[in-house]
């Protein structure tokens, strides 16, 4: 089936929405100003299906669309999206995707074996089986040189654009293999801008072995399920990992990085050689 390129769509609205006043408690009369980040309800539907509605910041949403579409499974690769538009409603946007014959059909296979199941309690998911997936495990790639880590959170501080503006954002970064800053994609989710970074890696085709990732919030082992679908062989966050994360890091060869604030960087994945 060919590929159809999309109009180019319709730019969401800023992603920090403007500037509001507040009043410190005990001190009412003392009335400041900041900006605040934005958040819409993005629904995603596939070939007519409705099947998601997200809360995202409304940058960066053909990223984040593509990214969510490959590591939640819908799809194998990003060359299975035939065409995806969007479109802005009354409050909130729709993503319309048509993907793959063979992706849609294995979607609606899912959504009927999820209707007769009853809900797990994690985090919202349906069925265990997507809170714990079974994944093919990774290549596994060299560990990124010590020298590309040196001054990361500073140089991360300064691409994170929309952070400086209001706060209350999170960011995924990609670093190439000559230790530069090449994406940062930011949203008031976690997950949200880790599939917007995976969105961008694939269509801009950067192979992303070739390089890692860093995450800015808590690695848990949810984003580690979107790394190994989406083939980043290192991924790197500030904030320590959890147990599970490292045991499944381990387990499909994806080089795990906790970058401390005030000391060197703790490889957790692959499993350390004893001296």
Known sequence: ???????????????????????????????????????????????????????????GLEDFVRGFTLTAGIIDNADEIYDLRLVEGAEAWRAEVEIA???????????RQLAGSSGCGICGVEALEQALPQLAAL???????ARHLEDLRERIAAEQRLARQSGALHAALFVDGDGEIRLCREDIGRHNA????????????????????????????ELLHKAVRAGIGT?????????????????????L????????????????RAP
């Open 1 to 59: 089936m060919p590929h159809h390129a999309s109009p180019p769509a319709k730019e969401p609205p800023p992603a920090v929405t403007g500037v509001y006043r507040y009043a410190e408690i005990g001190l009412p009369a003392q009335v400041s100003e900041a900006p605040l980040a934005a958040e819409c309800a993005l629904a995603i539907s596939y070939n007519g299906l409705g099947h998601a509605v997200m809360m995202v910041t409304p940058e």
């Open 101 to 111: 014959s063979r992706a849609f059909w294995q979607l609606k296979r899912q959504r």
């Open 139 to 145: 290549e596994p790639v060299p560990l990124p040189p």
């Open 194 to 221: 880790l599939d917007k970074l995976i969105g961008a890696l694939a269509r801009d085709r950067l192979e992303p072995g070739r390089g890692f990732a860093v995450v800015t919030s808590r690695c848990g082992v």
């Open 235 to 255: 991924l790197v966050g500030l904030s320590a990992p959890t147990a599970l994360t490292v045991d499944w890091a381990r387990r499909h060869h994806l080089n």
């Open 257 to 272: 990085i906790h970058l401390p604030h005030h000391s060197a960087a703790r490889v957790y994945s692959p499993v350390p």
